[in-house]
């Protein structure tokens, strides 16, 4: 009876899980046609952004910004309220070369393991901390780990915020060489793409090859703002 009655739990632990999945994915999906993960490809060109926090080192970031500065190349920078708060030099740097400063967050944690409420008050904390060294309303946001859920979303909206993901996932947050780097950007990228990418010192190796080919395919690098406009 044991045996019978386990088997039928775990049966329908299944199912429940296999539910639970394919509500997570229809759910996903949904939120994902609210979300901006390229932009027009009528303006010929691609955005290169990166993902910044405050565990970010200052010194390899520093190597990304000179990269992209002897390249005149505009990206736009994600960037935490935690990291704008101690690095507000940097992120002016950022600024005035005409890079352009987005948010993702007040610190590097998951906005899932945050509610609605509490989603809410990093991104209102984070955006004043950037607003006060740019001089700018922050428009773009985009989440650390690519989490898309409920609440990150509504709480992205009712900032006045437009979500960016990504089309384009360099992969170079996880243990990679410069060469995997530089495929999955070029596998994917076209008029309109939006790369995401991080200050790594393998992203850094990588980064004056990905510029040279998508300049190859006479590609413009421009900031979010710029690819999504019309």
């Not at 005035?96 to 209102?124: F, K, T």
């Not at 393998?202 to 019309?230: A, C, D, R, W």
């Amino acid at each position: 009876l044991f045996a019978v009655c386990a088997g039928a739990y775990w049966e329908q632990s299944g199912k429940a899980d296999e539910n639970a999945v394919k509500v997570s994915l229809e759910e996903n999906a949904r939120l994902l046609a609210y979300v901006t993960e390229a932009g027009n490809p009528k303006n010929g060109g691609v955005s290169l952004i990166f993902m910044v926090d405050e565990n970010s080192d200052v010194d390899i970031l520093a190597e990304t910004m000179q990269i992209l500065k002897d390249n005149q190349i505009k990206a736009t920078f994600f960037m935490t309220g935690k990291f704008a708060e101690a690095h507000g030099d940097i992120a002016q740097s950022l600024w005035q070369r005409g890079c352009e400063i987005g948010v993702s967050g007040y610190e590097a944690v998951s906005p899932a393991n945050l509610d609605y409420g509490e989603n809410l008050a990093a991104l209102e904390k984070a955006t004043t901390v950037i607003r006060g060294i740019t001089g700018e309303a922050v428009r773009f946001y985009s989440p650390p780990f690519g989490v898309l859920e409920e609440d990150i979303y509504k709480a992205v909206n009712e900032s006045d915020l437009t979500f960016v993901l990504a089309g384009v996932d360099s992969m170079d947050w996880d243990d990679v060489s410069a060469e995997a780097i530089i495929g999955a950007v070029l596998a994917k990228a076209e008029k309109g793409s939006i790369i995401s990418l991080h200050p790594t010192d393998m992203t850094n190796l990588g980064l004056q090859t990905i510029i040279n080919e998508l300049k190859g395919l006479h590609l413009k690098f421009l900031t979010v703002s710029e690819n999504v406009g019309v």
